[in-house]
């Protein structure tokens, strides 16, 4: 299966900051790669896939990058509505497998 | 407007049997797939299996062959996920997805709100 990793794990931010995780596959998956967003006790929600198309309805200011095997998700100025776990997921190949998660709070 | 809504929380004893439901409303059920992702917790999200309603072929991933049933009833736009002998470790939030793309790559696109399953003596 292919190991997805991100970083950081967790790191505390403020609102207006411009903020980068970045999403690394063990192998290349081309542009097949999503991310979500979860906020404590709610379902994920789909921000992006195909590596940089944002999901109807989110925000502009989250964008995604990356093919191969490096990835980033940039949130351009962090809304307080914005604090909450990131995941990234490949879908290159069975099975899909999502990335540790990065969690992003208040600083 | 899509939606899936969940069954209820669920409290079991260890050994005891367990299905839970996901329906779909506001598209056509029989044209995407459903998968199912477990958080057990504080940890992160991993997918267990899907199904296509539209002719119930079902995939698990293989953490979870064997250990859980993923079915499909058309004719209510319903998913169901089950157990025959709940353990302790089962003890985790579920979550159904619909799902864009095929059986063998796919991303969940709209969320159930999730059913908590704790499983404790």
């Known amino acids: 299966a292919i190991r997805m990793t991100q970083s950081p794990s967790s790191f505390s931010a403020s609102t207006g900051d411009r903020v980068t995780i970045t999403c690394r596959a063990s192998q290349g998956i081309s542009s097949y790669l999503a991310w979500y967003q979860q906020k404590p006790g709610k379902a994920p929600k789909l921000l992006i896939y195909?590596?940089?198309t944002l999901q109807s309805g989110v925000p502009s200011r989250f964008s995604g990058s990356g093919s191969g095997t490096d990835f980033t998700l940039t949130i351009s100025c962090l809304q307080s509505e914005d604090f909450a776990t990131y995941y990234c997921q490949q879908y290159y190949s069975y099975p899909v497998t999502f990335g540790p998660g990065t969690k992003v709070d208040i600083k | 407007e899509v939606q899936l809504v969940q069954s209820g929380a669920e409290v079991k004893k260890p050994g005891e049997s367990l299905k839970i439901s996901c329906k779909g409303s506001g598209y056509s059920f029989t044209s995407y797939w459903i998968g199912w992702v477990r958080q057990m917790p504080g940890k992160g999200l991993e997918w267990m299996g899907i199904?296509?309603?539209?002719?119930?072929?079902?995939r698990y991933s293989p953490s979870f062959q064997g250990q859980v049933t993923i079915s499909a009833d058309k004719s209510i736009s319903t998913a169901y996920l089950q157990w025959s002998s709940l353990k302790a470790s089962d003890t985790a939030m579920y979550y159904c997805?619909?799902?864009?793309?095929?059986?063998?790559?796919?991303?969940?696109?709209?969320w159930g709100q999730g059913t908590l399953v704790t499983v404790s003596s």
């Open positions: 195909a590596a940089s």
């Open positions: 199904i296509y309603p539209g002719d119930s072929d079902t």
């Open positions: 997805a619909r799902l864009e793309g095929g059986s063998g790559s796919y991303y969940g696109d709209y």
